[in-house]
């Protein structure tokens, strides 16, 4: 089993800022992303920002150009540095850990979630 472990969660004002760090452990091989999603009340989970194991990042539209997502192979963690931060980006930010032993297979992996509240 692989296991997720998030922390950084917390409340800060509008146009501020957080980081977001998580630790994966366990039965890890052939890592192909993390990342971080987001759930506020009453909405689905959506992408905030996924980063391969090569170092490709991805982001929601929403947070281009404030959120930033880096990662450590050697250490298995992956952070999320957000900037600028706005009301609209109150949710439980959840670690994705996504694996690819082989082409067609995908397993994915869920962190328990952090909450991130910004006061206006």
């Known amino acids: 089993q692989v296991q997720l472990v998030e922390s950084g969660g917390g409340l800060v004002q509008a146009g501020g800022s957080l980081r977001l760090s998580c630790a994966a452990s366990g039965s890890i091989s052939s890592i192909y992303a993390m990342g971080w999603y987001r759930q506020a009340p009453g909405k689905q989970r959506e992408l905030v920002a996924t980063?391969?194991?090569?170092?490709?990042?991805t982001y929601a539209d929403s947070v281009k150009g404030r959120f930033t997502i880096s990662r450590d192979n050697a250490k298995n963690t992956a952070d999320l540095q957000m900037n600028r931060m706005k009301p609209e980006d109150t949710a439980v930010y959840y670690c994705?850990?996504?694996?690819?032993?082989?082409?067609?297979?995908?397993?994915?992996?869920w962190g328990q979630g952090t909450q991130v509240t910004v006061s206006s």
């Open positions: 980063i391969t194991n090569g170092g490709t990042p």
């Open positions: 994705n850990l996504v694996r690819r032993p082989r082409v067609g297979v995908q397993y994915d992996y």
